[in-house]
């Protein structure tokens, strides 16, 4: 019992020679000298947007200046054929296909070549042609013969009449022949069974549904064997909202900007401006005409803008001063008593001099941090 009650006082009296030495020991400080200054303290404030630094003058500022610009609205679409432009390729003949000439992607010429069909619709036109041909020409003998024998009196003025009249319907059924066989696409200078079918216009073959050997039906049941699409125009198709309507004028040009070509800026007019909205997303179709070049696509997506009519003034501010954060744009401004308010932004366009135009969150004249970055980088440590 005396061994424990020793032991306990011994830890207890070196437990407070330990605490006595500490608090008689030099308070050490931080040297300058010694190394890189201290991090600028940062206090949250209650709101979440105010920051408060102990040394502000470590962030130098920069004044808004202003921009004199015209309110724009960007808004993207497809790239679509223009459906005048599309023109099908068929096949008035039933029958099956011996020869493709052509395929998907291919430019034509007017006249070229795309395939032949092998059709008994042909074979029985050419059969139908030749025997009116006979049938004249065995009518038109008559004729003759029978005014031959009127002037002698051989026979009635109403078998010659009737002659004639036979004469004439024959006459009418080699005409019907042979435009029967020109619908069907034939040449009456070389009778066969195979036709030819040949690109109606110029153009780049968009669509084919026909594969060699594949049998070709009549126009009821039967699908476009190609279509061929001219490509020197096409449209634009984009979405915009009610609320934005007042942007888009008929006759009026946007700006089409191209994902797959930045630098490229493409003038698309207003051609058409649907009349009834989308009940779901309450937009419009809006429709541009747009001169293709060789590089728009069918199915690119594009980002169209178009230009109000009354122009705007606008903040700029150093492209440095925005903080792209959370997919949204910020600025630094001070706010007094070592304080800087953060401030969502709407940004706009790049402007010479490396300004970046701001179309909404803060106006001319108004000052934010120049690097906007530095600061965020210190409010994180």
Known sequence: ?????????????????????????????????????????????????????????????????????????????????????????????????????????????????????????????FSD??????????????????????????IAKKDEEVAEDTDIKAKVTVETATEHLKVLGADLDRPSSIIEIRAPVSGVITDQQVTAAAGVKTLDNSPNLFTISDLSKVWIICDVYENDMSFVRLGEFADVHLAAYPNVVIKGRIDNISPTLDPNIRTEKVRLEVENTGILRFGMFVTATFHGSQKQLHATVPATAILHL??????????????????????????????????????PGQQVVSNALVLQATVEQ
């Open 326 to 363: 959370h997919d949204r744009d910020w600025v630094y401004a001070p706010a007094g008593n070592n304080q800087f308010r953060r401030i969502e932004v709407v940004g706009g366009d790049m402007l010479p001099g490396n300004l970046q135009e701001i179309i909404s969150g803060i106006q």
């Open 129 to 154: 042609y030749r025997q009116a041909v006979a049938d004249e020409t065995l009518a038109k003998a008559q004729l003759d013969r029978s005014k031959e024998l009127l002037e002698k009196g051989a």
């Open 1 to 125: 019992m005396k061994n424990s009650t020793f032991i306990a006082l011994t830890a207890a009296a070196t437990l407070a020679a330990s605490l006595m030495l500490t608090g008689c020991g030099d308070k050490v400080e931080a040297n300058p000298k010694m190394g890189a200054p201290p991090a600028a303290d940062i206090v949250h404030e209650s709101d979440g947007s105010l920051f408060r630094v102990d040394h502000p003058e470590q962030f130098p500022i920069a004044t808004a200046g202003e921009h004199d610009a015209a309110p724009e609205l960007k808004t993207t679409g497809t790239v679509s054929a223009d459906v005048s432009r599309n023109i099908p390729v068929i096949s008035l003949a039933s029958g099956r296909i011996v020869e493709i000439d052509a395929r998907l992607g291919d430019t034509v010429t007017k006249g070229q070549l795309l395939l032949k069909v092998q059709s008994q619709d042909i074979a029985q036109a």
